[in-house]
């Protein structure tokens, strides 16, 4: 017999809906506060071993931090220098560029033309829209870079939650209850661990496919091969769909510049790289701290996408991975935890260990 203090199951539904709905409009309604805050908290997390190495040497806190924040300043300078040296030379092509691209857009609807019966609106309408696609694009490029340079607060939002990283574990100590005093403990321990090696691993993975992509860029004759490589390496930051999101560029600037052929061969490095990222790089530099399964972590990209657009796509996995943490050490929440892992699918998952055994080359 239910009590009178019982809350109905619908009732409770609708209190935690209308709470998420509430979230999300926060987030989206304070978002030029909350992504450069956002942002700083994984800076914080990143620099956090290096920082606690320089104070252990006996280095102020104060003046460990401000190193590591101009070398990131630093860092973060040479890229931009170098990203815009590197598309300096693209801009110095433009004309041949753009003559090129007309060219191949003229074969292109040749072709078409050939193969199907088609209007000529219809075809002035697709030209249109591949001649405009270069222009959306760059205006994709232009908003990211006006959202990164109007994060001018990011250093100091770093710096301080460096300087004052004791006051909020403090703080977070303070407001947990007895029984949860050591889980919380526990949670800001692997968080302080994992979420650094973590970023770190994504960073290494990055630094090996602006390599690999530029080499095989080259080898196969694309013209700005390194810019191509970068581009492509960036957005694999975004997990699953930044790779193809890279590419896709990489194809269609190759498909509109050079050769629709040798845009193909951009097809198939993306295979060779996405294999070696996906089988080699990414379990053995990323993989092994935090795991979260494929579905999850599509859904919450189209989600963050949705709330804060290109920056809420390079957010949504750090912070999903550190909610991972937290669920895993309550009790409550273990499952939720198991559901956005991916344990309990291994024996479905094709890895190295599974091909050896397809092809009976298992010890």
Same mark, same amino acid.
């Given at each position: 017999?239910?009590?009178?203090?019982?809350?109905?199951?619908?009732?409770? $539904?609708?209190?935690?809906?209308?709470?998420?709905?509430?979230?999300? +409009?926060?987030?989206?309604?304070?978002?030029?506060?909350?992504?450069?805050?956002? @942002?700083?908290?994984?800076?914080?997390?990143?620099?956090?071993?290096? /920082?606690?190495?320089?104070?252990?040497?006996?280095?102020?806190?104060?003046?460990? &931090?401000? %190193?590591?924040?101009?070398?990131?300043?630093?860092?973060?300078?040479?890229?931009?220098?170098?990203?815009?040296?590197?598309?300096?030379?693209?801009?110095?092509?433009?004309?041949?560029?753009?003559?090129?691209?007309?060219?191949?857009?003229?074969?292109?609807?040749?072709?078409?033309?050939?193969?199907?019966?088609?209007?000529?609106?219809?075809?002035?309408?697709?030209?249109?829209?591949?001649?405009?696609?270069?222009? %959306?694009?760059? &205006?994709?490029?232009?908003?990211?870079?006006?959202?990164?340079?109007?994060?001018?607060?990011?250093?100091?939002?770093? #710096?301080?939650?460096?300087?004052?990283?004791?006051? #909020?574990?403090?703080?977070?100590?303070?407001?947990?209850?007895?029984?949860?005093?050591?889980?919380?403990?526990?949670?800001?321990? *692997?968080?302080?661990?994992?979420?650094?090696?973590?970023?770190?691993?994504? =960073?290494? $993975?990055?630094?090996?496919?602006?390599?690999?992509?530029?080499?095989?860029?080259?080898?196969?004759?694309?013209?700005?091969?390194?810019?191509?490589?970068?581009?492509?390496? +960036? +957005?694999?930051?975004?997990?699953?769909?930044?790779?193809?999101?890279?590419?896709?560029?990489?194809?269609?600037?190759?498909?509109?510049?050079?050769?629709?052929?040798?845009?193909?061969?951009?097809?198939? *490095? =993306? @295979?060779?790289?996405? @294999?070696?990222? &996906?089988?080699?790089?990414?379990?053995?530099?990323?993989?092994?701290?935090?795991?979260? &399964?494929?579905?999850?972590?599509?859904? /919450?990209?189209?989600?963050?996408?949705?709330?804060?657009?290109?920056?809420?796509?390079?957010?949504?996995?750090?912070?999903?991975?550190?909610?991972?943490?937290?669920?895993?050490?309550?009790?409550?929440?273990?499952?939720?935890?198991?559901?956005?892992?991916?344990?309990?699918?291994?024996?479905?998952?094709?890895?190295?260990?599974?091909?050896? *055994?397809? +092809?009976?080359?298992?010890?």
């Amino acid at each position: 017999m239910e009590s009178k203090t019982d809350v109905p199951l619908s009732a409770k $539904v609708l209190i935690k809906l209308l709470l998420t709905i509430t979230v999300i +409009f926060i987030l989206i309604v304070a978002k030029t506060l909350l992504v450069p805050l956002f @942002f700083a908290i994984l800076f914080a997390y990143a620099l956090y071993p290096s /920082a606690k190495k320089l104070e252990k040497v006996g280095i102020p806190r104060i003046i460990a &931090n401000l %190193i590591l924040i101009i070398g990131l300043i630093a860092v973060a300078a040479l890229s931009i220098y170098g990203t815009a040296q590197l598309t300096a030379t693209v801009t110095d092509d433009l004309p041949s560029i753009k003559e090129n691209v007309e060219q191949n857009i003229s074969i292109v609807v040749e072709t078409v033309r050939g193969w199907i019966s088609i209007s000529d609106e219809q075809i002035q309408s697709v030209t249109d829209g591949i001649q405009n696609t270069g222009q %959306i694009i760059g &205006n994709v490029f232009s908003s990211t870079t006006n959202t990164i340079l109007g994060i001018g607060l990011l250093p100091v939002y770093t #710096f301080l939650l460096l300087f004052y990283r004791n006051k #909020f574990r403090e703080f977070i100590k303070q407001v947990s209850s007895s029984e949860y005093k050591d889980i919380a403990d526990t949670i800001i321990k *692997q968080a302080s661990d994992i979420v650094p090696r973590y970023l770190k691993g994504l =960073f290494v $993975v990055c630094l090996i496919l602006i390599l690999l992509n530029s080499i095989g860029f080259y080898i196969i004759g694309i013209e700005y091969a390194l810019l191509m490589g970068v581009i492509a390496a +960036f +957005f694999n930051l975004i997990p699953y769909l930044g790779t193809v999101i890279g590419y896709g560029i990489v194809f269609l600037f190759v498909f509109l510049t050079q050769s629709p052929s040798l845009s193909l061969a951009v097809v198939g *490095q =993306f @295979f060779i790289v996405q @294999f070696i990222e &996906n089988y080699i790089l990414t379990p053995n530099i990323t993989g092994s701290y935090v795991q979260i &399964n494929p579905l999850v972590t599509i859904l /919450a990209l189209i989600g963050g996408g949705m709330i804060w657009g290109l920056s809420g796509m390079f957010l949504v996995i750090p912070f999903l991975a550190f909610l991972k943490i937290v669920f895993e050490n309550i009790p409550d929440l273990k499952p939720v935890a198991y559901l956005l892992g991916t344990r309990g699918t291994e024996k479905y998952s094709i890895n190295i260990h599974s091909l050896k *055994q397809l +092809f009976g080359w298992a010890d």
